[in-house]
């Protein structure tokens, strides 16, 4: 049985990610041109079945069901995002740091997530 320090780091885990699977549907269309942007296809479908993926696998990480299988549904999305969305080498100036930034910060949620399938 997990302890509540346990169970308030899988809450606030999942939570992550079911916010921001949320807030993606809330901005849907300043979310999808900036994908299309960055010259991602089909990019309302990528950024639904993201999100969509998201909340569920979130949620299920925040209230114990199937976690492990949760956690590594959000680590592929997770490093898959990463490697396409925040690809920082691109760039320069404020953009290359704040998208290295975020690149660097998911490398912790990615360990959070290995923590959390093992769990």
Same mark, same amino acid.
């Given at each position: 049985?997990?302890? /509540?320090?346990?169970?308030? &780091? %899988? /809450?606030?885990? =999942? #939570?992550?990610?079911?916010?921001? =699977? ?5 901005? %849907?269309?300043?979310?999808? $041109?900036?994908?299309?942007?960055? =010259?991602?296809? !089909?990019?309302?479908?990528l950024? &639904?079945? $993201?999100?969509?993926?998201? /909340?569920? @696998? &979130? ?5 114990g069901?199937m ?22 080498? *691109?760039?320069?100036? !404020?953009? *290359?740091? $704040?998208?290295?930034?975020?690149f ?7 360990? #959070?997530l /290995?923590?959390?399938?093992? @769990?």
């Amino acid at each position: 049985m997990a302890t /509540i320090a346990e169970s308030l &780091g %899988f /809450i606030l885990l =999942g #939570g992550v990610f079911v916010w921001a =699977g949320v807030e993606h549907f809330w901005n %849907f269309r300043s979310v999808t $041109g900036h994908l299309t942007e960055k =010259g991602f296809p !089909a990019a309302p479908v990528l950024l &639904g079945l $993201g999100s969509i993926v998201e /909340i569920i @696998a &979130g949620l299920c990480l925040a209230v114990g069901v199937m976690r492990a299988y949760a956690a590594i549904a959000l680590i592929l999305f997770t490093i898959a995002a990463t490697l396409t969305a925040l690809n920082f080498w *691109r760039y320069s100036g !404020a953009e *290359r740091q $704040g998208l290295r930034s975020a690149f660097i910060i998911n490398f912790a949620v990615v360990g #959070g997530l /290995i923590l959390a399938a093992t @769990a």
